[in-house]
């Protein structure tokens, strides 16, 4: 263990034995993501760079704390990035809390979420003991894949001390086309497209226009640029575009005070949500975006109508449930995680579901 780990387990193992609850934080960029963040702060950026980068091997370990820029400075310098294309939402984000955040951008429809880029992790848990699951391949795994299962747990489960990650190599070109489109046709569109080789990795529809981003070989983007048509964006027009859309400071995204941004995962297929407002469609139509008045709850049962789930994403009460409700069998599961990784419950209590 280093000096770190070691003071840090101490802490842990003091705060479970007073049940003192602990608010796990690092750049506390999505303080605003799940439940109201509650407990004494455990400040966890002093646990920070890069321990091992095999740019042959397309694998990264990090430390925790390691802020999120730095390590794509890292990867950027070997011609290589993080696929799942995460968002900061400021310039502290780390890498822990990207992770235990579980939020992937407009690549993830593409190319996969935050879990399946996780290969290993080394976990501080709620006993003070320090935890490795995974490794630094991809053919690691044996029974539970933890390393997975940290991923979107807002810190519920024990403190990311290194994580490791599989990396991929930059796109060679890049083409966004701009088309003037309805609702009901760009999702119609764009389920056809999904049924094509063509290399399409990332895609917006708001206000009438869909953006849609090709990625890959310059023969594979040049031919399916040709083959779609609609207007191309020249590259900086478009990098500033995905990375608003990424960083959400593009107007389809903004909440006011009495508003609420409703995150909706829904089947591709799926008609349009028609529920009025400020809209945006990412993924190919599989996540939906809608900003609405708090206490609308007209969001969460269209979701379940239309045969997917919702949740407040930013905005509103966060002292109630912000997430979809689980299912009995489910919560069960998370009740039975938590109480082995953190028995006392000292890990950002309540962040994800009020009981965990």
């Known amino acids: 263990m280093t000096m770190i780990e070691r003071e840090w387990a101490e802490r842990v193992r003091a705060a479970a034995a007073a049940k003192t609850p602990l608010c796990l934080r690092g750049g506390g960029t999505k303080d605003f993501y799940g439940r109201a963040p509650a407990g004494e702060v455990f400040d966890l950026r002093a646990n920070s760079g890069v321990v091992a ?21 890292v990867l950027a310098d070997k011609g290589q990035y993080l696929a799942f294309e995460p968002p900061h939402f400021g310039s502290g984000a780390t890498v ?81 086309l ?14 056809e497209w999904g049924g094509q080789p063509l290399p399409v990795s990332a895609s ?41 859309v990424r960083e959400q400071t593009a107007a389809p995204f903004a909440c006011g005070t009495d ?48 045969g997917g789930h919702a949740c407040a994403f930013r905005g509103g009460d966060r002292s109630g449930e912000v997430f979809q409700p689980l299912s009995a069998p489910l919560a069960g599961i998370h009740r039975r995680l938590k109480q082995a990784f953190d028995p006392a419950g000292i890990f950002n209590p309540g962040r994800l579901y009020a009981e965990f």
């Open 96 to 176: 822990a809390g990207c992770v235990a955040a579980g939020l992937s951008g407009p690549r993830r429809a593409s190319m996969g979420a935050v879990r399946d880029f996780m290969l290993g992790v080394k976990l501080l848990d709620g006993r003070g003991d320090v935890l490795k699951f995974g490794g630094q391949v991809m053919k690691n795994v044996a029974g539970y894949d933890v390393s997975r299962l940290v991923a979107g747990s807002l810190g519920t489960l024990g403190i990311m001390l290194e994580v490791s990650l599989k990396v991929l190599p930059r796109p060679v070109a890049e083409a966004t």
């Open 204 to 244: 917006l529809w708001t206000e009438g226009v869909l953006h849609l981003r090709l990625s890959g070989a310059e023969a594979a983007v040049g031919a399916a640029t040709e083959r779609l048509g609609g207007e191309r964006l020249d590259s900086a027009e478009a990098s500033a575009l995905w990375t608003a």
């Open 259 to 306: 508003e609420v941004l409703w995150r909706v995962a829904l089947p591709s297929t799926a008609p349009a949500l028609a529920l009025g407002g400020r809209q945006a469609v990412e993924w190919g139509g599989a996540l939906r975006w809608v900003v609405a008045q708090a206490g609308d709850g007209r969001v969460r049962a269209r979701a379940a109508e239309l």
């Open 53 to 73: 980068h095999e740019p042959t091997e397309l694998v990264v370990t990090v430390r925790g704390g390691t802020p999120l820029a730095e390590l794509e400075a």
């Open 178 to 191: 701009r088309f003037e489109l309805d609702e009901a046709t760009a999702l119609r569109r764009q389920n």
